[in-house]
Nanobody, 115 residues
Framework: QVQLVESGGGLVQPGGSLRLSCALS????????LGWYRQAPGKQRELVAR???????NYADSVKGRFTISRNNAKNTVILQMNSLKPDDTAVYYC?????????WGQGTQVTVSS
């Protein structure tokens, strides 16, 4: 079992920045991939960014160049740094841990980009 707790969401103006953090606990050794997903009202949950055990990353086209995912192994956290935020980034953001054959999810944190 892996437990994930997100923090760092909130309200920000367009062009602003937010830093999401996901604290990991439990069977961390079993994790192969860590990712951030988001779900806007009326839309399907989508991948935002993912980082593998080896440090390889991939991003949704809509966030490339603006968002950065990183992992702090010493603190057992995964970070999503979000810059140049747009209203279309408004969603609930979920942290995900892939530990085949299981997927673990956090409870989500709301990000609202609005003036």
């Amino acid at each position: 079992q892996v437990q994930l707790v997100e923090s760092g969401g909130g309200l920000v103006q367009p062009g602003g920045s937010l830093r999401l953090s996901c604290a990991l606990s439990g069977s961390i050794f079993s994790i192969n991939t860590l990712g951030w997903y988001r779900q806007a009202p009326g839309k399907q949950r989508e991948l935002v960014a993912r980082i593998t055990r080896g440090g390889n990353t991939n991003y949704a086209d809509s966030v490339k160049g603006r968002f950065t995912i990183s992992r702090n192994n010493a603190k057992n956290t995964v970070i999503l740094q979000m810059n140049s935020l747009k209203p279309d980034d408004t969603a609930v953001y979920y942290c995900n841990a892939g530990a085949y054959p299981y997927d673990y999810w956090g409870q989500g944190t709301q990000v609202t980009v609005s003036s």
